[in-house]
């Protein structure tokens, strides 16, 4: 009970005139709530900072890099790794970006190879196009409510979405054998290489999805009550929130975006590769965590992810031209996710209690 509701609780009890003056009352202390510290300005200085000079020295050393044709290409990677990274990042501000006790979904890696897939099996029995695609994210919004079902029962979102990453990428393999599955339709293959007045269909689908995902976030009731069931669920639920709901609905809505991104990935691709689920998931992590650096008080954001995405998509294009190895490619992703993770740790210790 606050201290204001207690004396007015006391001040029942006593008689008027035994009242002692408000002055030689002492007001019980307000317990002081957590609340996030902004973070120190350098550090989102620093974040900008990192993308200037990726950019500057790969442009620097490769003349293929900042050309019209490659920027385009970048960004069209950047639409797998920030489409499925929007769906983690849901998940994030929904749960708390703890990554043992908060929101985590493992399982984007592989539901973005199911949903390939599936898209690719459908439309090569000739169910078309649109067939396909419901399909495909029908497939992906059921293991979605898996996790988020059981997430809610009390289970580690962690120790939850590991297991059924497990189980997609299992259903993956029995599918397919193993084996590549053509994706050709008229509709896949504008995705792959059509264009909308000029910008490619990646980047199209990249911005529709950024815009409605940015806006339900950002300016509505139920983005604000995500971010107040992930900064502290007990409140959260105190004032009317439906917790639960919350927190089922963001896995969902994560395996639909990653279904989407799927069907991207797949179009690209002009085929499902069963085991794309393993070699996408650190880059869907980093997009998703990386986004912490480019905000003021340290927490994951939906353009932070956007913005992460182009890096990570700008990191791995360059390292191409420059053929370096794919190992380094994944040294530097694990280092930085590391030192991400380090950061929001630090962030956690100076909360004020």
């Known amino acids: 009970m606050s201290a204001v509701g207690t004396h007015g609780v006391e001040a029942a009890g006593r008689h008027p005139s035994a009242a002692p003056p408000p002055s030689s009352t002492p007001e019980r202390p307000e317990r002081p709530r957590a609340r996030r510290r902004g973070a120190p300005r350098w ?145 896949f293959r504008w995705l792959r290489s059509g264009d909308l007045v000029g910008v490619p269909a990646p980047i199209v689908v990249l911005a529709v999805v950024a815009v409605v995902v940015g806006l339900a976030v950002g300016r509505t009731t139920w983005g604000v009550r995500s971010y107040a069931v992930g900064e502290n669920p007990t409140a959260a639920s105190v004032t009317g929130v439906g917790v639960w709901r919350y927190v089922a609905g963001s896995y969902v809505l994560s395996a639909l975006l990653a279904g989407v991104a799927g069907i991207v990935l797949a179009s690209r691709l002009a085929a499902a590769v069963p085991d794309v689920g393993e070699q996408i998931l650190l880059d869907i992590v980093l997009t998703a965590y990386m986004s912490i650096v480019f905000s003021r008080r340290l927490v994951v954001t939906i353009g932070g992810t956007l913005v992460a995405a182009v890096f990570v998509a700008a990191l791995v294009n360059g390292f191409t031209l420059l053929g370096i190895g794919s190992q380094w490619v994944g040294v530097v992703k694990g280092v930085l996710i590391l030192a991400v993770l380090a950061l929001a740790a630090v962030r956690e210790r100076g909360l004020v209690r």
């Open 43 to 187: 550090v989102s200085l620093l974040g900008w900072a990192v993308v200037v000079v990726e950019f500057g020295v790969l442009a620097a050393a490769s003349s293929s890099f900042a050309t019209p044709g490659n920027a385009a290409s970048i960004l069209s990677q950047a639409a797998v790794y920030a489409i499925a990274g929007f769906g983690l990042a849901i998940v994030v501000i929904t749960g708390g970006d703890d990554v043992v006790r908060g929101g985590i979904d493992l399982s984007s890696g592989a539901v973005v190879a199911v949903s390939g897939v599936v898209a690719a099996l459908v439309a090569t029995a000739g169910g078309g196009a649109p067939a396909a695609i419901a399909a495909a994210l029908l497939v992906s919004a059921g293991f979605g409510a898996l996790n988020g079902t059981v997430v809610v029962l009390g289970v580690s979102p962690l120790l939850v979405t590991l297991a059924t990453g497990g189980i997609v990428t299992s259903v993956v393999y029995l599918a397919t054998g193993n084996v590549k599955v053509p994706l050709d339709d008229a509709v």
